[in-house]
């Protein structure tokens, strides 16, 4: 059964930094696009950013763009993001996601990637706060 799994999640105050990793068991990712949703309480759950299999690619949503980048390291099958200048609003359960390895060249636009209904694996999620 494949799994992701994110780590890196935590405590932090405003204007700090995080870095969370979701690594893949089992299976090599290495075509497959990914990307890191959150869900705060009461909220819907939101795109936050997103990668192509190739790396190539990045888009972000407007509210993290400046402030967070995703990357990737196929050699290590893992998905990074680097979130900077935190705010109390990004506080939320961060979820990674990625696409069937075979799929990974289905995805053309930020339509696409935002749509968590492209994405067959996610992760159990990352619980991140933000204290102001």
């Known amino acids: 059964q494949v799994q992701l799994v994110e780590s890196g999640g935590g405590l932090v105050q405003a204007g700090g930094s995080l870095r969370l990793s979701c690594a893949a068991s089992?299976?090599?990712?290495?075509?497959?696009?990914k990307g890191w949703f959150r869900q705060a309480p009461g909220k819907e759950r939101e795109f936050v950013a997103a990668i192509s299999w190739s790396g190539g690619s990045t888009y972000y949503a407007d509210s993290v763009k400046g402030r967070f980048t995703i990357s990737r390291d196929n050699a290590k099958n893992t998905m990074y993001l680097q979130m900077n200048s935190l705010k109390p609003e990004d506080t939320a359960v961060y979820y990674c996601?990625?696409?069937?390895?075979?799929?990974?060249?289905?995805?053309?636009?930020?339509?696409?990637?935002?749509?968590?209904?492209?994405?067959?694996?996610w992760g159990q999620g990352t619980q991140v706060t933000v204290s102001s």
């Open positions: 996601a990625a696409s069937r390895d075979d799929e990974g060249t289905y995805c053309s636009g930020y339509g696409c990637y935002e749509n968590h209904n492209k994405y067959h694996y």
């Open positions: 089992e299976r090599t990712f290495s075509s497959a696009f």
